[in-house]
């Protein structure tokens, strides 16, 4: 089922709104972990962690989930599909990837409040993570999958065969016949 125009345009928007949010809360996560990583204030580090940890559990995480959860409501109910072009596959992988990443990290990000390098570690592979996403949804470059090639070929035979029926109709149909000779 593909959505109607509007509905698919909706879809994106929320798409690309949350996803866009989820990669401002880890620049954000980023600066946090970075400010407190070359600090011998241990005022600093004690207060960058509580806003390290309520950036997590309030933004990035529900943002994953739900770029998650809207990426993939966007690519089954739209033409491009989820398993037809590369750029969407790669992308729902890096999604997927990132939110079980996101989940292991959750469980050590209360040990890790004092080691402020891992967390730039996680940060910047995050971040990286989401800027490739954001390319391939920029570029979307060429290249189907070979599921998408037979969907592909499977709509042009029924297209094909529907136009020959069609044609073979309208030849055997002796009024369609008449008006084609006045």
Same mark, same amino acid.
């Given at each position: 089922? %593909?959505?109607?125009? =509007? *509905?698919?345009?909706?879809? *994106?928007?929320?798409?690309?709104?949350?996803? /866009?949010?989820?990669? &401002?809360?880890? /620049?954000?996560?980023?600066?946090?972990? +970075?400010?407190? *990583?070359?600090? #011998?204030?241990?005022?600093?580090?004690?207060?960058?962690?509580?806003? %390290?940890?309520? $950036?997590?559990?309030?933004? %990035? /995480?529900?943002?994953?989930?739900?770029?998650?959860?809207? &990426?993939? %409501?966007?690519?089954?109910?739209?033409?491009?599909? *989820?398993f037809r072009y590369w750029w969407v596959l790669v992308k729902f992988l890096i999604n997927v990837f990132a939110c079980i990443v996101l989940l292991q990290y959750l469980r050590s990000l209360n040990a890790m409040a004092d080691m402020s390098g891992e967390s730039v570690a996680h940060a910047s592979g995050a971040l990286l993570f989401l800027l490739v996403a954001t390319v391939?949804?920029?570029?979307?470059? =060429?290249?189907?999958?070979?599921?998408?090639? #037979?969907?592909? !070929?499977?709509? !042009?035979?029924? &297209?094909? $065969?529907?136009?020959?029926?069609?044609?073979? !109709?309208? #030849?055997?149909?002796?009024? /369609?016949?008449?008006?084609? +000779?006045?």
């Amino acid at each position: 089922m %593909i959505l109607p125009p =509007r *509905l698919r345009k909706f879809a *994106l928007t929320v798409h690309v709104i949350i996803s /866009v949010g989820w990669l &401002g809360a880890v /620049v954000g996560f980023l600066a946090l972990a +970075i400010a407190s *990583l070359p600090s #011998r204030d241990s005022a600093t580090v004690r207060a960058a962690y509580p806003a %390290i940890e309520v $950036t997590v559990w309030w933004v %990035i /995480v529900p943002f994953a989930f739900a770029s998650l959860l809207t &990426g993939l %409501i966007s690519s089954l109910f739209t033409p491009w599909g *989820l398993f037809r072009y590369w750029w969407v596959l790669v992308k729902f992988l890096i999604n997927v990837f990132a939110c079980i990443v996101l989940l292991q990290y959750l469980r050590s990000l209360n040990a890790m409040a004092d080691m402020s390098g891992e967390s730039v570690a996680h940060a910047s592979g995050a971040l990286l993570f989401l800027l490739v996403a954001t390319v391939l949804s920029v570029y979307k470059p =060429r290249g189907m999958t070979r599921y998408g090639w #037979r969907k592909q !070929h499977a709509q !042009h035979q029924v &297209g094909t $065969t529907e136009a020959a029926l069609a044609s073979m !109709h309208e #030849r055997s149909d002796p009024s /369609v016949q008449e008006a084609a +000779i006045k």
